[in-house]
């Protein structure tokens, strides 16, 4: 009977990619409608702010995450192909490092030089790769998928506080719109915490803080320079 497990590092990518991008839209609209509003902005001027942000965050995210992950991407590339001629040229010396490998792992010196001899028998590269450089496949840099996660979530989270701005008006918007997003931030923080095996209530706290610290700061700059150029 097969046995299939389920590991959290499986999609440690896309949920590093997913989090960062919805965390950053929330924070970053809500912060930017606050913003306005405080500088005593109209409804139209809010939304049309909010939804350039939109668009300009999610362009950012995709193309920030994409060049980072790609960077990573060539790195491993390099290094496969570093490791890959050092096996050409000295298939015996890799075997040894190999064999150091798993004996600092606890195994016996025999016994670690056996392992070492059935793994390189095969594909030697991806066991070289696995246990000498720690790359596999789940934790393989995926530039695309980085970016595309990056994007949708971005804009995903940056709908929210879009659509608080967009049903409400008058002194209650930034209110409205800093509650609504400090709960989807809490609620966000607490599922991602979730998600990777971490405590949802820390999670939670850590994220809600440092958006209400951004939504507040960025409210007092809206409301000090919209006073002083009125």
């Avoid at 902005?41 to 950012?60: E, F, K, P, Q, T």
């Avoid at 879009?162 to 209650?172: E, Q, S, Y």
């Avoid at 931030?185 to 915490?193: C, M, T």
């Avoid at 994220?207 to 960025?218: L, R």
């Amino acid at each position: 009977m097969r046995h299939s497990e389920f590991h959290r590092t499986e999609r440690i990518g896309w949920l590093r990619a997913a989090v960062l991008g919805a965390n950053d839209g929330i924070v970053s609209t809500a912060s930017l409608v606050i913003g306005v509003a405080a500088a005593a902005g109209d409804r139209d001027a809010i939304l049309i702010a909010g939804i350039a942000g939109l668009v300009a965050g999610a362009m950012s995210m995709a193309a920030g995450e994409y060049v980072s992950v790609y960077s990573q991407a060539d790195t491993e590339r390099a290094d496969l192909e570093r490791e890959k001629k050092e096996l050409e040229e000295d298939p015996e010396g890799e075997l040894a490092e190999l064999t150091g490998i798993y004996i600092a792992r606890g195994l016996s010196p025999a016994l670690a030089k056996q392992v070492a001899e059935e793994l390189t028998a095969g594909d030697k590269l991806a066991a070289h790769a696995r246990d000498e450089l720690g790359l596999t496949e789940e934790l393989k840099a995926k530039p695309v998928q980085a970016a595309v996660f990056s994007a949708l979530s971005f804009a995903a989270g940056a709908l929210i506080p879009l659509v608080l701005a967009w049903g409400f008006t008058g002194g209650w918007l930034i209110y409205i719109v800093g509650g609504g997003s400090l709960i989807s931030l809490a609620a966000l923080g607490a599922l991602a915490a979730r998600t990777g095996g971490a405590d949802p209530f820390r999670g939670a706290a850590r994220v809600a803080f440092w958006g209400a610290a951004a939504m507040i700061v960025t409210a007092l700059v809206g409301k000090i320079f919209g006073t002083t150029v009125g």
